[in-house]
């Protein structure tokens, strides 16, 4: 057993979803030709002055009261002041001394346990560019389409004690913000970046190690993987006698290793000071007041209420909770088909499975609720069966068509009537005599046998229940007459 605990604390740069940058109109949009969104405010021209983004300030209230912060009054931005090729002035704005929310918290689900993570601090600053290395090649680029976007940069205190406890946080935090809309959570296009900072102490004791900050870290599984690593480094190489350098690590996801890439920055490295050009804020608590009353109910909280007030099972809760959308669309279907364990088995099976099938998000589902409600309705009156409409689903989600229309032109209509039944079950009896036979001598076990064959000839059309009510009578029947 090691002698050593991992105490981890980890930093998060949120991208808000404003439409413009944060101190200019540019635009946000990810994917944009290199170079092309940009400005004299980006670029850091002479002359140029910096206009605050207010919606980039109310999302982030709105982020600092769901995490349970105190919103600073006023704060203040500071540039942070460093050389690097994707900063064109030579310094972010950003916020130092008086952040816009600190002192938070969030609870976390860590092996069945709840567990608080103390938010030391979420402050906002503004992006820098992209340096991109040409493998071989000698040749280096920038693009600076990312200067200026608007950044939430969220802090925990060393509270985290292992990879699993991380990852779980970043997923609950990444909830939260997703509910909010306040970020879009996509970690691939780097508007949800984690930067881990970690470091072992000796089990029982208070004094902490030396940290190593980890970068580069775009998957909750390469989270996991970068920390576990990481741990076993510190510990190998404490083992041996050696020390930890307070350094800045970079995760190559490919070899599986953190590579060195710089000694760990001290605060008074960047020259910290305020921002000459923007003047402090003032939010008025009538503001703060009104940006809480506005927040929904977040993924904890729902998934709660489904269990309680759906009676949902604990999983089904915890995956239709998992976005806002999602449970927005389950909550739609619920509304017109009160039957809420039918309603999350459909979503969480043929509906995952054709969004996913046709890479398609919840709310570009050509599957609206009204239409998946008239589905199950059609099931629910035995209009066609539950395994034809399964099969048909994908087709339909495609289609431009009503459930009921969909099904009328494909003749996929469940027979139902006892007189047409009737004239099915006869062809099938008369086929096997023998099997009747075997029946009226006591063998019931091929009830289901009948079944099957009727519903061959039906071709799955037939109405399996009444079916299976049908044949019962008629073989008891001539039974009796025999």
């Excluded at 909830?175 to 879009?184: A, H, K, P, Q, S």
């Excluded at 993987?225 to 990481?230: M, T």
């Excluded at 669309?329 to 999350?344: L, R």
Aim: some cysteine.
């Amino acid at each position: 057993m090691s002698a050593y605990e991992a105490v981890i604390g980890l930093e998060v740069h949120a991208q808000l979803r404003t439409r413009s940058k944060l101190f200019c109109g540019c635009s946000t949009a990810f994917g944009a030709e290199s170079n092309t969104q940009t400005c004299p405010v980006c670029l850091g021209l002479p002359g140029v002055l910096p206009a605050l983004n207010t919606m980039a300030i109310e999302m982030a209230i709105r982020a600092g009261l769901a995490l349970n912060c105190t919103i600073t009054v006023p704060n203040q931005f500071a540039r942070k002041n460093y050389f690097y090729p994707d900063l064109p002035k030579g310094y972010q704005i950003s916020q130092f001394d008086l952040p816009i929310c600190q002192n938070g918290w969030v609870e976390i689900d860590e092996e069945g346990a709840m567990h608080r993570v103390r938010i030391r601090r979420a402050h906002l600053e503004e992006d820098a560019g992209k340096n991109i290395h040409q493998v071989g090649g000698g040749v280096s680029f920038v693009d600076v389409n990312r200067c200026g976007m608007p950044l939430l940069e969220i802090v925990t205190e060393p509270d985290l004690r292992s990879s699993d406890g991380a990852v779980a946080y970043l997923k609950t935090l990444k909830d939260i913000l997703m509910y909010l809309d306040v970020c879009d959570g996509n970690m691939e296009e780097g508007s949800l970046r984690c930067e881990p900072n970690i470091s072992l102490k000796l089990k029982g004791q208070d004094l902490l190690g030396t940290k190593v900050e980890l970068k580069n870290i775009n998957s909750f599984k390469f989270v996991k993987h970068a920390l576990d690593y990481e741990i076993q480094r510190q510990e190998s190489v404490l083992v041996d006698g050696g020390t930890i350098n307070q350094e800045t690590r970079s995760w190559d996801a490919e070899q599986g290793v953190s590579v060195m890439m710089r000694s760990k920055e001290e605060a008074h490295d960047y020259r910290y000071f305020p921002e000459p050009d923007l003047m402090p804020i003032e939010i008025s608590a009538s503001w703060v007041n009104t940006l809480r009353l506005s927040l929904p109910e977040l993924a904890k909280a729902k998934r709660e209420r489904f269990v309680a007030e759906y009676g949902l099972p604990p999983y089904d809760a915890d995956l239709l909770s998992s976005s806002r959308p999602l449970s927005d669309y389950f909550e739609a279907c619920v509304e017109g088909f009160p039957n809420p364990k039918t309603v999350s088995n459909w979503i969480m099976g043929e509906l995952l499975h054709a969004l996913k099938n046709d890479n398609c998000k919840v709310v570009d589902s050509p599957m609206k609720p009204d239409r998946l409600v008239a589905l199950m309705k059609l099931v629910d009156d035995q209009v066609i069966s539950l395994t034809t409409a399964r099969e048909v689903f994908l087709d339909l989600f495609r289609a431009q068509q009503m459930p009921e229309d969909f099904i009328r032109e494909r003749g996929l209509m469940q027979i139902s009537d006892d007189s047409a039944l009737d004239a099915l079950i006869d062809e099938v009896v008369h086929k096997h005599p023998k099997q009747c036979a075997e029946y009226r001598s006591g063998k019931d076990n091929l009830l289901g046998f009948f079944v099957g064959q009727v519903m061959k000839v039906s071709k799955g059309k037939a109405n399996p229940q009444k079916v299976n009510t049908l044949i019962r009578q008629r073989l008891m029947n001539e039974n009796v007459q025999s």
